[in-house]
């Protein structure tokens, strides 16, 4: 720990430990801990990061990301999308972020369709077409759209003869509608980690047994290729 560079710390800029498979971003070193704030991908790696971006990220300051994150890990699973979860940790809490199953539970649920709810009701006459499309399997969308829009406009907002009132969504039915979704939802997430390892999706992150990093390469990122030339030629002699 006594070699891990500081330069930049003393002027109060992040500094950064380049090792042969990992690069870590930090901002401060305390005792034998880094207080990283990023890890990521060395560039000569990074063609290996598929296409729905890299498993296993980290970044310690996601916190106005972590609901929107967690609402795309719910769209994923309400129409069946496996393989595009998004990991995300918040303060101390990372280490669901290198396993392959997505973290969530049945509170981020009800809150998610809380405020799902609340979006689709708050402005009466406008209608977020994405979020009925996008939060409603069990009953499709087309059907979300005639019980909570087509049905309404037929029975009571367009008479003839009347002036059309502003369309307003039945809370009620809209509830009905969503606790559905919530009950599914919540089943789903109670089998995840057995649907993914049916679609082999548990090989999206794999544990390794052992330090991916050599110990030589990982003294050499830290002590530099001279001085492990040097080390290893001491080492032949002896």
């Known amino acids: 720990m006594t070699k891990v560079p500081r330069r930049n710390l003393a002027y109060n800029v992040p500094e950064v430990l380049a090792l042969p498979s990992l690069t870590v971003v930090y901002n401060s070193v305390y005792k034998n801990q880094i207080m990283a704030m990023k890890l990521d991908l060395p560039k000569n790696l990074w063609h290996k990061v598929p296409a729905s971006g890299l498993v296993g990220g980290y970044d310690s300051r996601p916190a106005e990301n972590v609901g929107v994150e ?14 595009s979860f998004k990991s995300v940790a918040k303060g101390e809490r990372w280490d669901h ?3 392959f199953a997505a973290s969530l539970t049945p509170r981020m649920v009800r809150k998610s369709y809380e405020t799902v709810m609340a979006g689709i009701t708050c402005e009466p006459g406008m209608v977020p077409i994405s979020k009925l ?7 499709s969308p087309d059907e979300v759209v005639e019980k909570l829009i087509m049905k309404p406009l037929r029975d009571r907002v367009c008479r ?18 969503a606790e559905m979704e919530i009950s599914s939802l919540i089943k789903k997430i109670g089998c995840l980690r057995e649907t993914l ?12 047994p052992e330090n991916v990093s050599t110990v030589n390469e990982v003294f050499g990122a830290l002590y530099g290729s001279n ?12």
């Open 70 to 83: 967690v609402h795309h890990n719910i769209r994923c699973l309400v129409n069946d999308v496996y393989d």
């Open 97 to 99: 972020v290198f396993d």
């Open 133 to 139: 499309a996008g939060y409603f399997s069990v009953t």
């Open 160 to 177: 003839k003869g009347m002036i059309p009132k502003r369309h307003v969504i039945d809370p009620n039915e809209l509830k009905q509608l």
């Open 197 to 208: 390892k049916d679609k082999g999706l548990d090989k999206l992150v794999i544990p390794y």
């Open 227 to 238: 001085v492990l030339k040097r080390t290893l030629k001491r080492k032949d002699m002896d």
